[in-house]
């Protein structure tokens, strides 16, 4: 019987590497030898592996070569192109002149679509586009819709407490100057050729004109007290279809450090809107409303508009476009708001111009740089008169731009049917003679058509959606709010400047369903 053999004269089970590497080469050697094979003619590598399948019988291991061979160039591609991105970032990471810290300084001053082409370039500039501060000034407007909730989102994530500026939304055109009249509401007859875009760039127009932007996409600004909007400095709103009202007091909540505040086409009323303002924005510094229904919106009350005066003392420049406001409105407005220098109410409805009265003298109204009341359908030729007096008597020293242009004339003192287009008693060369710093805009048709004042009057009120107002008290909301030596800015008649009455409308919302077009 053959002896059993002890422990220590056994073979050993455990497989020695050593010794395997001495019997086989190694994966390095092979993976050597397999890659010098590159330099070979493609020709005959392709006729070795023809005959290495010919010479397999079974179909079976056939496909079996195949596939592993399909298999290692696919690792071995991707090995490559894994190296290759590592020598590329440690070569540019040495021959890149700036350190991190300056180079996320840079990023930070690109525009956002600039700093995701930078950060597609290679990983280090990837790393360096990711940091918060890259994202401190967030520009996603566009004129073609193809900015989505989630790509807001994203963006508004990585700036986080560093954010300070926000612009969104379907801007028609070039950005304006900023004493421009140009309308920034996106409407079919002013939207884009997109004869010249990509079809990426179309794609997402096809069927309708539809803004892929909805209610929720400012809802990242909001949350904890580290909330993204706590240290917001400027927000800007263009043309976001299914924005509404709920939508965007709950962002102007979150925004409690707001300076620059810009809403344009957006369906919100203006009474809320400036409630809301007044309420949550006490720093703001400039608003810019543009309403996205030309003369429809009269919500404006004289209560919100003396709150809004007493919660927003630091407001330097406020433009209202598009509204129905009445001048004893925009005097508290403009008298209140006494650091006011930037005024613009383009093409409102029921100006006259009675409020420009002893504007000059006195506080509030004073320290205007700039007055835009362009296209105001009801601004007289008699007010602008009397205002252009009393720059010539001195008041308004600070004054440097006037327009009061309008492409349907001023209205007459007793009619604002009769048109003027050519007026005599307004003292233009006066004016410009006296005061050679004042720029003064005063562009006027050579004539007239009544024609299209009837049919502009009929289609703001008697459109294709009937929009039924209610009248309020026949009491003037205002009567308390005012002294009596600012009585006489209340008694124009006959110009749809009813001062003694304030009506609302009523907006029809849309549906709460939504559709989130998420960009892939």
């Known amino acids: 019987m053959a002896k059993r053999l002890c422990p220590s004269s056994a073979p050993s089970q455990i497989p020695n590497a050593n010794a395997s590497t001495k019997q ?122 193809r900015v989505n909730n989630a790509v807001v989102s994203t963006m508004i994530q990585r700036a986080g407490r560093s954010l300070q500026s926000l612009q969104l939304g379907i801007v028609p055109g070039p950005t304006a100057s900023p004493w421009s009249c140009q309308s920034l509401v996106y409407t079919i007859r002013n939207s884009v050729d997109v004869s010249s875009f990509s079809w990426n760039d179309k794609k997402t127009r096809q069927g309708k004109e539809s803004f892929i932007l909805t209610r929720t996409c400012l809802n990242p600004l909001s949350g904890e007290s580290g909330a993204p909007g706590s240290l917001l400095r400027r927000l800007h709103l263009y043309n976001i279809e299914r924005m509404d009202k709920t939508s965007l007091c709950m962002a102007l909540s979150a925004c409690p450090s707001l300076l620059d505040l810009e809403i344009v086409g957006l369906h919100v009323e203006l009474r809320q809107t400036l409630m809301s303002v007044s309420v949550s924005c006490p720093l703001i510094e400039r608003l810019f409303f543009e309403s996205s229904k030309t003369g429809r919106d009269d919500s404006l009350k004289s209560p919100t508009c003396v709150d809004f005066v007493n919660n927003c003392p630091h407001l330097t420049s406020l433009a209202l476009r598009g509204f129905k406001l009445p001048d004893y409105k925009v005097r508290i407005l403009v008298k209140g708001l006494r650091k006011l220098k930037y005024v613009d109410f383009s093409t409102s409805y029921s100006i006259t111009g009675t409020f420009l009265r002893n504007l000059g003298s006195g506080i509030g109204g004073n320290l205007l740089e700039v007055l835009i009341l362009r296209d105001c359908m009801h601004l007289k030729e008699m007010e602008v008169a009397r205002f252009l007096t009393a720059v010539l008597s001195g008041d308004f020293k600070f004054l440097r731009h006037i327009d009061v242009s309008n492409r349907e004339g001023l209205a007459s003192e007793g009619d604002w049917y009769m048109r003027c287009f050519n007026s005599r008693i307004i003292p233009l060369k006066e004016v410009s003679k006296e005061r050679p710093d004042l720029c003064l805009l005063a562009e006027f048709p050579s004539e007239g058509s009544f024609i299209d004042i009837d049919h502009m009057v009929d289609s703001e009120f008697h459109s294709e959606v009937s929009l039924p107002s209610q009248l309020s008290s026949h009491t003037s909301d205002g009567s308390l709010l005012m002294s009596s030596s600012e009585s006489s800015y209340n008694s124009d008649q006959g110009s749809g400047n009813e001062e003694g009455q304030d009506s609302g409308y009523i907006f029809f919302e849309e549906s709460s369903d939504e559709v989130d077009f998420l960009a892939l």
């Open 24 to 145: 086989n080469p190694s994966m390095d050697d092979l993976l050597e030898t397999f890659l010098d094979m590159a330099d070979s003619p493609s020709l005959s590598i392709g006729l070795s592996f023809d005959r290495l399948i010919d010479s397999t019988p079974c179909d079976a291991d056939q496909s079996l070569l195949i596939d592993r061979a399909l298999k290692l160039g696919s690792l071995l591609l991707e090995a490559g192109n894994r190296s290759a991105r590592k020598r590329a970032s440690k070569h540019n990471s040495l021959a890149w002149a700036l350190p991190p810290d300056l180079t996320i300084k840079v990023f930070s001053m690109l525009d956002t679509q600039s700093l995701c082409y930078a950060a597609a370039t290679c990983s280090m500039f990837y790393k360096c586009a990711m940091d918060p501060l890259c994202y401190a000034n967030i520009d996603l407007r566009t004129i073609v819709p």
